[in-house]
């Protein structure tokens, strides 16, 4: 029978004294020397740590000593070049005659396995070193919601380089400021366990917040690559994760306190609690960029900013220039020629409007707080692929937010493109891009999302519904796209047109920054600064709103149009109009129908079924699908209702405009009635309300009645 592996340990005179032997199913006993044999059982000798004289030795060259939770993670890191020990039988077993023979070492860093035990016996070794080692540092791996050890970590694809700039970001373990309040696990004691739970909470949260609401329930920070910081949900694992490092829990045993670990119960309690009585405070963004508040001020400190609800955490290494409270002509200049000029001047932008919505996407992140209400989607189109479309989008969003954006598909819309934003909307993204849409636009899901405030859904797989503030920019890319009129008066346009014929090879070759997204991470600072300085020479000016309005957007047109107007960027929203007649084909099919209508029965009360015939023979292109007669008149009447009430300019024979809209006249032998009747001229109002001519047709619409 092959031997079973084992762990030597050894007195401070090099002696072997007992082994540790793995059995099967990760299963431990000790062995001793006995009559020159080795036999189960402790003997005489007193337990020592593992690898003593490597530590004693380590300890007189006032080198580190890691401290780890098995002898297996001891190997590991020996093999790496450190020293390293730790005690026989795992967790919870340091004992305190150990610190001897640490005394007077330079550091200690403690490195626990990722699990409850593993994290109270980190603690546990600190507070019985803390009297003989001058500096202990207890690290926590990365992901460390795997419940791995170094050497798991390590097998992973984890680097020493990654383990060594944890140990020097990490702050050394202070016994006054890192000391855990302490809580008696005790059946029937629920309410009072709670209670002293969320004052833990919301001591800890006072001084370094880290758990928050958001969208109506718990969520906690998570740092991920790069030191970009996101969120998830609390569930049971994920708050026992966080209460075990906050928290010493204990239980009694045999007359004697033991750590232990909060139990199911506690954990259920603690996450019923209803929202109002949790004491959280409520996240609204995440930002890696300096953004202003609701009152004009520059965010510039890392952390949670309780009067905006921001929590900003920069990239390493980012450092913004002073932004000019009141910048000069020169500063002004100077921040639209890096905007203009080397930021964006490559790309084939085709009108003023074009360039002046594209510095509005760029700037929305900064001026989101202070924009009441909704904002628009930025539609980046062009003709052909290869044009620039998406890296347009990745530039902006490499400035505006340091990262690149949350790519969404859009699909076919419908409820699954309600999943997907619900399910992007929880990661609290600060830029949602829907990249190479193919298919024509036309979502009541996306409709709303592009303007509600909050938007509300039920959580996939829970039977729970979630609120969430809709405070992220909207884009899309999209070659030649049509857009349903409900998307349409809900997005701005931006169109870029190389005019060659293979733009993503002809073209690279002239960019003045042919690597840009490179270019923009190494002047990330300076464009940063560029944007503030725009903005900041509004919020001196005293805020000036803008001249163009845009329905349902009006606070996002007054301060953004106001921003561009006083930097002198000209074009804010002048192709609304033109934009708007070539959003939809399939709208100007119906409105052909219409003034047909006009030219056959003027303003004479018709059927449904003189109208569908007229439709049939009519040849206007009116698509009701391919099953039966029945279905195809049902359909027709579906469509007359769409646009009942709806206001139409119609030109007639002698150039004049008559703007009329479908009434509805009751029925005639249970037949439905209709008639167009005249209406008031079309007045001035906001751009949706104008009356416009649909080309290639004798058309003119205005898309509501117009406002008082």
């Known amino acids: ?41 402790r003997g005489g000798e007193g337990l020592v740590p593992y690898r003593l004289l490597e530590v004693l030795e380590a300890v007189r060259l006032q080198k580190d000593i890691y401290v780890v939770e098995g002898e297996k993670d001891v190997n590991t890191m020996r093999r790496n070049g450190f020293v390293a020990t730790c005690n026989p039988f795992g967790a919870g077993k340091w004992k305190k005659e150990f610190a001897q023979y640490l005394k007077g070492a330079k550091r200690v860093i403690i490195l626990p396995d990722c699990d409850p035990p593993g994290i109270n016996h980190a603690f546990d070794v600190a507070e019985k070193l803390k009297d003989v080692v001058p500096e202990i540092k207890i690290i926590e791996l990365p992901e460390s919601d795997l419940k791995w050890d170094i050497t798991d970590w390590l097998e992973a694809g984890h680097s020493i380089s990654e383990l060594k700039n944890l140990i020097v970001e990490a702050a050394p373990w202070n016994p006054a400021k890192n000391e855990r309040p302490s809580i008696v696990v005790e059946e029937g004691h629920l309410p009072r366990i709670a209670t002293e739970v969320w004052q833990a909470i919301q001591n800890a949260n006072d001084e370094a917040p ?11 920070l998570k740092k991920n690559g790069n030191d970009r910081i996101s969120i998830e949900p609390l569930n049971e694992a994920k708050l026992k994760y966080y209460l075990v490092r906050l928290i010493a829990w204990k239980k009694m045993r ?4 033991c750590l232990t670990e909060p139990t199911s119960n506690v954990l259920r309690d603690i996450l019923a609690t209803p929202v109002e009585f949790m004491k959280l405070p409520v996240l609204e ?9 609701q009152n004009g001020m520059l965010i510039s400190k890392e952390g949670y900013d309780v009067e905006s609800k921001i929590y900003f955490k920069p990239r390493k290494g980012f450092v913004l220039p002073e932004v000019p409270s009141t910048p000069s002509r020169s500063d002004i200049q100077k921040a639209k020629d890096y905007i203009l000029e080397e930021l964006l001047v490559d790309f084939p932008f085709t009108e003023p409007a074009d360039w002046a919505h594209c510095v509005a996407l760029l700037l929305l992140p900064f001026v989101r707080m202070l924009i009441q209400g909704p904002t628009p989607l930025h539609l980046i189109q062009k003709p052909t692929r290869g044009t620039g479309g998406t890296l347009l989008a990745q530039t902006i ?33 600060e830029f949602v891009v829907m990249d190479n849409v193919s298919s024509r636009i036309s979502s009541p899901e996306l409709a709303s999302a592009l303007t509600d405030d909050v938007w509300k859904d039920r959580i996939l797989g829970l039977s729970e519904n979630i609120q969430m503030k809709v405070l992220c ?55 940063v600064w560029s944007c503030c300085v725009l903005v900041q020479n509004w919020i001196a000016k005293g805020m000036p709103e803008g001249k163009r309005s845009l329905g349902m957007f009006e606070s996002w047109a007054k301060t953004l149009g106001g921003i561009l107007e006083t930097a002198g960027i000209n074009g804010f929203l002048d192709n609304a109009h033109k934009f708007y007649d ?102 001035e109002g906001p751009l949706e309300t104008k009356v416009r001519v649909v080309k290639k047709i004798n058309v003119l619409k205005a898309y509501k009645k117009p406002m008082p």
């Open 1 to 41: 029978m092959k031997p079973y592996p084992f762990y030597p340990y050894h007195n401070e005179q090099g002696k072997e004294i007992y082994r540790i032997v793995r059995l099967p199913e990760k299963n431990f006993r000790i062995q001793h020397s006995e009559n020159g044999e080795w036999v189960y059982g």
């Open 210 to 220: 880290s758990l928050f609401l958001y969208g109506g329930m718990p969520i906690r």
């Open 254 to 257: 045999n007359g004697v306190f």
């Open 285 to 293: 963004r995440i930002v890696q960029t300096p953004v202003y508040t």
């Open 397 to 429: 969003a490499l400035v505006g937010i340091g990262e690149r954006y949350h790519n969404i598909h859009y699909g076919n819309g419908g409820d699954e493109l309600r999943k997907v934003i619900t399910a992007t909307l929880r990661e609290l993204p």
């Open 473 to 527: 920019a909207w884009a899309a890319t999209a070659n030649n796209p049509t857009l349903s009129m409900e998307v349409a008066r809900r997005t701005v346009n931006i169109r870029i047109d190389a005019k060659i014929s293979k733009p993503w090879t002809d073209g690279v070759r002239h960019f003045k920054h042919p690597y840009l997204t490179e270019w923009v991470s190494e002047n990330r600072a300076a464009l």
């Open 582 to 683: 070539e959003a939809d084909e399939e709208e100007q099919i119906i409105y052909e129908f219409i003034q047909k209508w006009h030219d056959c029965y003027h303003d004479r009360e018709v059927t449904t079924d003189e109208l569908y015939r007229n439709a049939l023979f009519a040849d206007v292109g009116l698509d009701l699908g391919g099953g039966t007669e029945r279905s195809k008149r049902i359909k027709f009447s579906k469509e007359i209702l769409k646009i009942k009430d709806q206001i139409i300019g119609l030109i007639q024979s002698d150039g004049s405009t008559l703007s009329v809209f479908i009434k509805a006249m009751g029925k005639r032998k249970n037949a439905r009635l209709w008639k167009l009747v005249a209406n008031e001229p079309a007045k």
